[in-house]
């Protein structure tokens, strides 16, 4: 009996023909996660010796992702892709008192509608001055202090409205 890469190989892909690059492209777009590498992998495998590489020029394939893929056939074990873990965590993680300090800062100025129309809170601080106070007040390094952008979006997430309240004009008559 014949072993399965002993066939693959004598079976392998000389050439890559235009039409079939972009029949390997399309179907590999319309997988996902382990179907996708196990797909990469089986192609390549049918390539032959230096595959990988081929499929890496000629296909613009990412060599990890094959490698991964060629595991997975190996063990029958699929792995798991971990899109949530991705990304920048909230600042709140690292500063976890710097929503407390930043209500410490802004509260004291703060004031309501007038009107007594919304429950927002008017704060005549800019979000430079509570960047600046964080630092002064509250002893944030510069390295560890975030960015103006960020204190305003805190601020906004607080529920602050940074500008001055119109004090209550009378009625015209």
């Not at 300090?101 to 979000?127: C, G, H, M, W």
């Amino acid at each position: 009996m014949i072993d399965h890469q002993t066939y693959l190989n004598s079976q392998g892909i000389d050439k890559l023909t235009p039409d079939a690059k972009k029949f390997l492209n399309e179907t590999r777009s319309k997988l996902k996660g382990s179907e996708r590498r196990k797909f990469m992998a089986k192609a390549v495998l049918l390539m032959g010796k230096g595959g990988q590489r081929r499929a890496e020029h000629e296909l613009g394939w990412d060599r990890k992702t094959i490698i991964k893929g060629t595991r997975e056939l190996e063990t029958g074990i699929d792995c798991l892709d971990n899109f949530s873990g991705r990304g920048r965590n909230r600042i709140e993680e690292k500063l976890p008192d710097l929503l407390d300090d930043i209500k410490e800062i802004v509260n004291p100025v703060s004031q309501s509608d007038p009107s007594f129309r919304t429950t927002e809170l008017y704060s005549p601080l800019t979000a430079p001055e509570v960047h600046r106070r964080l630092a002064d007040e509250k002893k944030y390094t510069p390295d560890a202090l975030p960015t103006v952008r960020t204190i305003i979006n805190k601020l906004n997430e607080l529920g602050f409205i940074l500008k001055k309240v119109d004090k209550c004009k009378p009625k015209k008559k």
